[in-house]
């Protein structure tokens, strides 16, 4: 397995996010970005002992861009590693890189002012109307390019839904009659719709004055 520090992982994260700006953004041309708020990473460890001698390690962070036209683009990317190596000393920290990924999901918004401070915004989330991104790795179900704006037969024939059998081996087999695949991209968003959450369910704020958003807690809406 190629050996990658995990700070080039976090900067070829943060590249593609940047340079799928045009391609994914859900503003019309008109429309200008206005504000550009960022989380802190958060990190994750998943262990399969005592069954396997494996544990992976995940480093997220999210991206939320406003534009003018009240629509957001919010990204989540993620690199996971397993065999992690943080040295005490300096900064060559490595590992295995298994798995990279990027999210982007797009819709409107709206904000409140916090009573208390005028920098303050706590923001609300308008259904999610298109998603894109890219996924790629050794674990991960699904590989590849989406993009509902722009859906295409590979996209169709990648980003299916299924459910899984998985043996003690960790070897998963496709439960017949589970599989479904999506012929339009809206019909993937439909399907695909997610709740923006705050921790402990608080509101979501972000800070014009230093440019940080409150992490957002994405899952599938019920």
Not at 128 to 134: D, E, H, K, L
Request: with cysteine.
């Amino acid at each position: 397995m190629k050996k990658l520090t995990l700070l080039a992982c976090l900067a070829a994260s943060a590249a593609l996010v940047s340079c799928g700006g045009n391609s994914g953004s859900a503003a019309p041309a008109a429309a200008k970005m206005e504000n550009l708020f960022v989380t802190e990473q958060r990190l994750t460890y998943a262990n399969s002992r005592p069954d396997h001698n494996y544990y992976t390690t995940t480093f997220t962070f999210e991206e939320l861009e406003l534009y003018s036209d009240k629509t957001y683009k919010l990204t989540v990317s993620a690199c996971t590693f397993s065999a992690l190596v943080l040295p005490e000393e300096g900064q060559a920290a490595s590992g295995n890189a298994r798995d990279q990924s990027f999210m982007s999901y797009y819709g409107s918004f709206t904000y409140e002012v916090d009573d208390l401070d005028d920098k303050l915004w706590i923001i609300t989330f308008g259904e999610v109307t298109r998603i894109s991104g890219f996924r790629y790795g050794s674990i991960l179900d699904t590989n590849g390019i989406i993009d509902t704006a722009n859906w295409s037969e590979d996209m169709k024939k990648v980003w299916f839904d299924a459910e899984y059998d998985i043996d003690a081996t960790g070897t998963k087999t496709e439960k017949p009659g589970t599989h479904k695949e999506y012929e339009t991209g809206a019909a993937y968003v439909a399907a695909h719709q997610v709740e923006f959450k705050g921790d402990k369910n608080a509101p979501i704020y972000a800070s014009l004055e230093t440019g940080r958003l409150d992490w957002i807690n994405i899952s599938a809406k019920k």
